[in-house]
């Protein structure tokens, strides 16, 4: 203690008292160093961060709010690790690279992570809200005059005023500007940062969560990092003062049910009163009443929590802000969902299993639920409690096989001149587009030169970083698709180059050499793991995502154009699709494809080629619970092999008393083993008609189908002969959350998985089963390629008929597709697509928001290995499995002596094999079946090259990352 204490104990007694002097010279020690705070669980690199400490009084540690979201904090008890940097290098890393004014951005979308929330978030929601615009605006001048009728009470923060804006333009001329805002408004662009590219309309302007995160990004790309910290401080501050000034609470009266709530409710009854009858009358199954009934309750609900929030989200003209609508919509806390549940419908409930219970709670939880409504609604919340424990289970061991399998992917070089790259498109779901081109290509280096399609101008050169203004660029230009590059076709290996990777999301610079992209990725995947549902939903009810879509609604003004359309006019005169791959482009005046739809076999098609839709136009509509067989020409049916008792029987619905013909599965009876059941088409003649395709006109019937038709009944084209109810054809769960994304990672086999179409060409029925399955043929349009046969299950439902024009990777039956047949028939880039779309579709449905190329790092690690298919003149032998960098180096030294080099096909294995079966023994030893992998290691006689991060910690180096990474590698 400076010479005031002569020995430890005497000091400890002086601090013990609390004497002026500790605390001066606490001050002095602790004068810009810099301690680490670490909270668990440390799910990603911001979960410690470095900050310069304040003494205070108390044994608490207060956290500054705006970082609280990277380290998942809240202030109900949480613990944190305080760590002090000894060194000065430790202090010389922790200012530079970990203090939390360096960590804006969040590493694993590029967004700004210390963004207001909560309180703050209410608080400028709060001030940015204008009432009503009277006729008579008072005009003002100066803030100093706004401040002054503030304070006396003649204005309010909310009044609309007209007031006399300063502009400075690029050339630093002074402009001026009368705009309508709002004092509020103008108090918070007193602490704006002066931009000429932040202007006033930013502000000017209702602000929730999402603006707000918008401004803070544009003030960190326009102003820089330390510009950025200091506003948002400035921001939170402001937020806090006006959220306790609001003074919004919640109230029991803030819940408004709607007045319609009773009549969307009888409607909705009347509905399913319907759909029993149709039961009852044979015209429906049971399985169709119940989704029809499902649909409808989910219609109910949530027109009803549409009618709530407009009830709640009007002005009533006193300064007047309904509370609750205001935490919502600001996105400060809550959603529509819950305040649905207080204020609208409780809605329907899922049993255990994972079905959907037929009985909605119509009670919200201000009337408050009746008994039985209570015991329904306890199974969901029992449920949720144990899936959150399994949950976090399940995604700590995801992120630690991602980390395993990812850990040696670093940033070697600055460019590895390679051609190759994929190419990207905006993604579609329904008629919504869920992430626009826009997003996907920014940050990312465009791997050849991007024109504007009308004026050819270039737009992008080669090589060159996509940024916020040619993103703009590409915008305008109105393109579908852009060519990047991409870590998948990044020709070094292990590892990755600076410009197959791109923008550094937590820098928004060029990614430096030395930067270990592979745990980012693995951090940036697994962290919000446990924010996944656990959820297997069951496809006997409706998913998270609400009613099972049944049509394409046009969400753009455009002309259609239709590809692969075979058409047919029904009795009624309506157009009806019978081709398995129709699909309805919508193009925009450029003529550049906007938005693709796929249309189902038996969909009504609305549309005709080239016609103009307008936004809200429906183009397409079907029966999404039943898959039917359509007649493509008018004529009599006749059955063939479909006999009473063996192929088909009569089923007899218990509580209507009526009854249909059903398929069953005809091997299972003793005479059924040669029968093939199918309908087929006579003409006049009692002649087997021809379609035009040129193959017979005979339909075979799968298995669980309902046949509409009778024996020698005449049929018109477009007539339904049988349909099959969808829950038959699908019997399986559709894996949801967490488990979905463990099982593309995992390159899993799904249970029923689809058969993929290895070529294009004519579907073609063999006569005989071989081996009890079926055989499909697909003969090539090509004569000179042989046709391919498959095997399929009698009880699988196939989705082509006899003479379908099938192209290459196209499904033959239901199912989910393997992935390995993916990259076997349609290559890497169909591969990667897939891979990313299914895996971003989970993510998106929470709400969460992860950057491709973290995916893409993954992706290019779980295709490490290669099969050999034709050794050449090399030592291998066919059908060995070689790590890829082997075989390339082995290539290029037979091509220089001369020789036949090696031809490979790429392989996909899961994280946790491609862990094991990595180059480095130390770092799979330490990762799972530690002595499977040592007595391996021995027994070969490996080497370990010690190129990862996990193996040189394990033996004591430093990590070949990072600045170490120029300096000693």
């Known amino acids: 203690m400076y010479g005031m204490a002569p020995t430890i104990k005497f ?7 609390e004497k002026p002097e500790v605390w001066d010279m606490l001050e002095e020690v602790i004068k810009e160093h810099p301690v680490l705070l670490n909270r668990a669980p440390t799910l990603h690199r911001l979960g410690i961060q470095a900050f310069e400490p304040i003494l205070i009084e108390g044994k ?6 705006l970082v609280c979201t990277a380290f998942n904090a809240d202030f109900d008890g949480d613990q944190m690790a305080v760590h002090v940097p000894i060194s000065l290098e430790a202090q010389l890393e922790a200012r530079m690279l970990m203090m939390s004014t360096n960590n804006v951005l969040s590493p694993s979308n590029g967004r700004p992570i210390i963004v207001p929330s909560k309180d703050i978030v209410l608080g400028i929601y709060y001030l940015t809200l204008q009432e009503p615009k009277e006729d008579n605006l008072p005009s003002f ?7 002054h009728s503030l304070s006396d009470g003649t204005l309010h923060i909310h009044s609309s005023i007209k007031y006399r804006m300063e502009y400075i333009n690029s050339s630093g001329e002074t402009h001026y500007k009368t705009v309508c805002t709002t004092p509020g408004r103008l108090i918070l662009w007193q602490i704006f940062p002066k931009h000429e590219n932040l202007g006033f309309d930013l502000i000017n302007q209702i602000l929730t969560v999402k603006e707000i995160t918008g401004i803070v990004d544009l003030v960190y790309r326009n102003c820089g990092q330390s510009a950025t910290v200091a506003f948002s401080d400035k921001l939170m501050v402001l937020g806090f003062e006006y959220a306790t000034f609001s003074g919004v609470s919640f109230g029991r009266c803030d819940m408004v049910i709607p007045e319609t709530k009773a009549t969307h409710v009888d409607h909705a009854r009347g509905e399913i009163k319907k759909f029993s009858m149709q039961y009852q009358d044979g015209l429906i199954t049971r399985s169709e009443r119940y989704n029809k009934v499902i649909d409808e309750w989910s219609k109910c609900t949530d027109m009803i929590a549409n009618d709530m929030l407009k009830a709640i989200s009007i002005y009533d003209g006193n300064s007047k802000y309904n509370s609750v609508y205001m935490m919502v919509n600001s996105g400060a806390r809550g959603s529509t969902s819950q305040m649905k549940q207080l204020a609208g419908m409780r809605g329907l409930m899922t049993k255990p299993s994972g079905e959907i219970i037929e009985t909605p709670i119509i009670s919200n939880f201000r009337e408050g639920l009746n008994v039985f409504e209570y015991f329904n609604s306890t199974h969901g919340a ?12 399940n995604s700590g061991y995801l992120t630690r096989r991602l980390v395993d399998v990812s850990q040696n992917c670093i940033v070697t070089k600055h460019d590895c001149k390679t051609q190759n790259g994929l190419v990207v498109r905006a993604t579609v779901e329904g008629s919504t587009i869920v992430a626009s081109l826009e997003s996907v290509v920014l940050g990312r280096i465009s791997a050849n030169g991007i024109y504007n399609p009308v004026t050819k101008e270039l737009l992008v050169k080669a090589g060159e970083l996509i940024d916020e203004d040619k993103v703009k660029q590409i915008s305008i230009a109105g393109l579908d698709a852009v060519k990047i590059r991409s870590p998948l076709t990044c020709e070094i290996s292990p590892g990755v180059c600076s410009l197959c990777y791109g923008r550094d999301l937590a820098t928004g610079k ?3 050499i030395g930067e270990a992209v592979g745990v980012i990725a693995a951090q940036s995947v697994g962290e919000p793991g446990t924010q996944l549902t656990m959820r297997t939903f069951h496809i006997g009810g409706v998913m998270t995502r609400g009613v099972e879509s049944s049509n394409i609604i046009a969400s753009i003004s455009a002309k259609i154009k239709l590809n692969n359309s075979n058409i047919i006019i029904d009795r009624n005169g309506n157009k009806i699709v019978i081709s398995r791959s129709c699909e309805v482009v919508l193009v925009d005046s450029l003529g550049s494809e906007k938005l693709k739809h796929s249309v189902p076999y038996g969909a009504k098609l609305y549309v005709d080629e080239s016609e103009s839709v307008k936004i809200g136009d429906k183009v397409a509509e079907w029966d999404p619970y039943t898959l039917p067989i359509i007649t493509e020409k008018t004529g009599t049916v006749s059955y063939q092999d479909l006999k009473d008792g063996i192929s088909i029987t009569e089923v007899m619905d ?12 005809w091997k299972l009876h003793s005479g059924g083993a040669s029968l093939r059941p199918r309908i087929v088409l006579l003409d006049d003649n009692g002649k087997v008609m021809t379609l035009a395709s040129g193959v017979e006109a005979c339909y075979f019937i799968p298995i669980g189908a309902v046949l509409n038709v009778q024996d020698g009944q005449k049929v018109h084209a477009g007539d339904v002969i049988t349909r099959t109810p969808r829950e038959s054809v699908k019997t399986r769960d559709i894996t949801g959350g967490l488990p979905r994304v463990i099982e593309l990672f995992e390159a899993r086999r799904p249970k029923e998985h689809a058969i993929v179409s290895e070529i294009d060409g004519y579907v073609a029925f063999s006569e005989k089963d071989r081996r009890g399955k079926r055989s499909i043929l697909i003969k090539p349009v090509d004569e000179q390629i042989s046709p391919v046969e498959y095997l399929v299950s009698r009880s699988k439902h196939v989705i082509v008929n006899e003479g379908d024009f099938v192209r290459k ?3 033959l039956m239901d199912g989910d597709p393997d992935l390995h047949d993916i990259l076997r ?8 697509h897939y891979m990313i779309s299914e895996i971003q579709q989970v993510y998106r449905l929470q709400g969460v928001r992860i950057d491709n190329k973290h995916l893409e790092v993954i992706l290019k690690q779980m295709l490490q290995k290669v099969e050999i298919t034709d050794p050449g003149d090399t030592m291998y032998l066919v059908g060995e499995s070689i790590d890829k960098l082997e075989v390339d180096r082995e290539n290029d030294a037979m091509s220089n002596s001369g020789k036949r080099p090696t031809h490979y096909l790429p392989i996909l294995q899961g994280i946790t094999r491609a862990s094991l079966e990595t180059s480095s023994f130390i770092s799979a030893a330490s990762f799972q079946e530690t002595t499977k992998v040592l007595t391996e290691a021995a027994f070969c006689g490996k080497s370990d090259p010690l190129s990862g991060l996990k193996e040189n910690v394990i033996v004591g180096r430093l990590i070949p990352a990072g600045t170490v990474r120029k300096r000693a590698w």
């Open 654 to 665: 218990e509580s209507t008393g009526i009854s249909s013909k059903v398929v069953k599965d």
């Open 382 to 393: 029992r449920k949720g409690l144990a899936d959150t424990a399994l949950k976090t289970a």
């Open 825 to 832: 028939v349609l290559g890497l880039e169909a591969l990667a």
């Open 510 to 512: 060029i990614v430096s």
């Open 141 to 147: 001048g100066a803030f100093c005059e706004v401040e």
């Open 11 to 17: 000091a400890s007694k002086l601090i013990r008292a």
């Open 60 to 65: 608490a540690i207060q956290l500054h709010p």
């Open 809 to 811: 990777g196209d499904l």
